[in-house]
């Protein structure tokens, strides 16, 4: 082998297949052989691949290029020794045989024909790589970082547990260590720290609660308020997650678009003077189910990460939300006091900065929405799967309109029950 300067790839797709039998772990890998680079692979005349002296280099070069780049862990220790490289051999790009793990298994069976005239950067490099284990019935991760690869690397893993469904994971890059089959503690503790990162994260999220506690700053006032945003993003966030939510092209620019339109409003609401708890809490609530739906964006490429613990890593994630969001209550509350006790008056302080994120807003609103006008809305046809999904909306709303008039009595009680205590 020798150094060839070959470009790195712009796209590529790494197809994986993981299996756990007996005291092995079988990891089927195939990856576009442009890829492998810093291998020069033998041609022959006319510029095509010489098939039959490269496949002796192909075990080599998938362990320089592939098992040296992928770490598998059972439980908690990590597999250290090196694979054995059971089958190695060279596809056509037009090949489907790894759509599924018996039909991959059946590819190995036999070789390209060393007659076939395929340029080196037309082909793929399958590999079947063994590991020894002590039980198949052990929890497994993987740390894949083919990323290497390419520019921008797609990672389609599908994962064979013995007796159990196989479980699909598709990510972009390096997504760091990947828990096959996480415990419920192990996928909560990641979606706390989820929603932890993405609501620091989320500047128009960030935007709204700045509008909320701009008015407001007594922290155990605001408590309520915010946490009836998360309650009300926590009912749409669940509901998306169960595949309850429209899945037309139009509604995540349409959310984007009422996000944007929330956050003018309570900047509107702060420069006009008329907000009050009461009111707040209540409108909170209802933007909330709004930016419920922007979370289950967010989180459409994550879930897969959640095993079978899908409930549990929803409310691990807004737990995460909310922690995130008492942290900027807890630094926002004492640096707006600051402000408007030293550098400018509380009134005039309301207005600079609520419209400031108003003309944000505004021109975040703008925007989505020139996006959405590009969307033709239809009427939906009348089916029984339409029917059956609006009356589950139905239930839902009933619901909401409970909670809201359980919450609106309980509040209206306090005041009275503290008259009569005094």
């Known amino acids: 082998m020798g150094a060839a300067a070959h470009d790195i790839p712009n796209d590529l797709t790494a197809q994986l297949f993981l299996r756990p039998q007996n005291d092995t772990i079988q990891l089927m890998v195939r990856v576009p052989l442009k890829g492998i680079r ?16 490269t496949n002796p280099l192909l075990a080599d070069a998938a362990i320089l290029w592939i098992s040296d780049f992928i770490e598998l862990d059972e439980g908690e220790l990590r597999l250290t020794r090196k694979p054995r490289v059971a089958a190695a051999r060279l596809s056509l790009e037009g090949d489907r045989s790894f759509a599924s793990y018996d039909a991959a298994i059946a590819n190995f069976a036999g070789q390209l024909p060393v007659e076939t005239n395929v340029v080196w950067n037309q082909t793929f490099l399958d590999v079947w790589f063994e590991y020894p284990i002590h039980s198949e019935q052990s929890r497994f991760s993987i740390h ?14 599908r994962y064979l547990p013995p007796g159990g469904a196989v479980r699909a994971f598709e990510f972009i890059g390096d997504p760091g260590l990947v828990r096959l089959d996480p415990s419920w503690h192990q996928a909560a503790w990641q979606f706390v720290a989820m929603g932890f990162e993405h609501i620091l994260d989320g500047t128009d999220h960030l935007l709204f609660l700045f509008c909320l506690v701009i008015p407001f700053r007594r922290f155990r006032a605001l408590i309520p308020v915010v946490t009836a945003f998360t309650v009300a ?8 997650a169960y595949d309850l939510a429209p899945d037309a092209l139009w509604f995540p620019p349409l959310i984007e678009t009422m996000i944007a339109l929330s956050i003018v ?9 008329g907000a009050t708890l009461h009111r707040r809490w209540m409108i909170a609530f209802g ?36 922690l995130g969001q008492l942290l900027v209550l807890v630094l926002l509350i004492p640096a707006l006091e600051m ?11 309301t207005i600079i900065l609520s419209a400031l994120v108003a003309h944000t807003g505004w021109h975040w609103m703008t925007e989505r929405a020139e996006r959405l006008n590009q969307y033709h809305f239809q009427w939906p046809t009348l089916t029984p799967a339409l029917v059956a999904a609006a009356l589950r909306w139905l239930m839902v709303a009933v619901f ?8 609106r009595g309980v509040v209206r009680r306090k005041p009275e029950t503290r008259q009569e205590t005094q």
């Open 38 to 53: 810093d291998v020069v692979f033998p041609e022959r005349s006319g510029g095509f691949l010489d098939i039959e002296r």
């Open 144 to 157: 894949s970082e083919l990323a290497r690869l390419g520019q921008r690397v797609i990672t389609v893993l």
């Open 233 to 240: 993003h926590s009912i749409t966030l669940i509901a998306s």
């Open 265 to 273: 409003y309570m900047a509107l609401e702060n420069i006009a003077g």
């Open 287 to 322: 933007f909330g189910l709004v930016h419920g739906f922007g979370f289950s964006f967010a989180l459409r490429q994550t879930l897969q990460f959640a095993g079978s613990h899908l409930l549990t890593s929803l409310l691990s994630f807004n737990i995460g939300v909310e």
């Open 339 to 349: 402000l408007f006790r030293f550098v400018v008056a509380e009134r005039m302080g």
């Open 400 to 407: 909401l309109g409970g909670l809201y008039w359980w919450i």
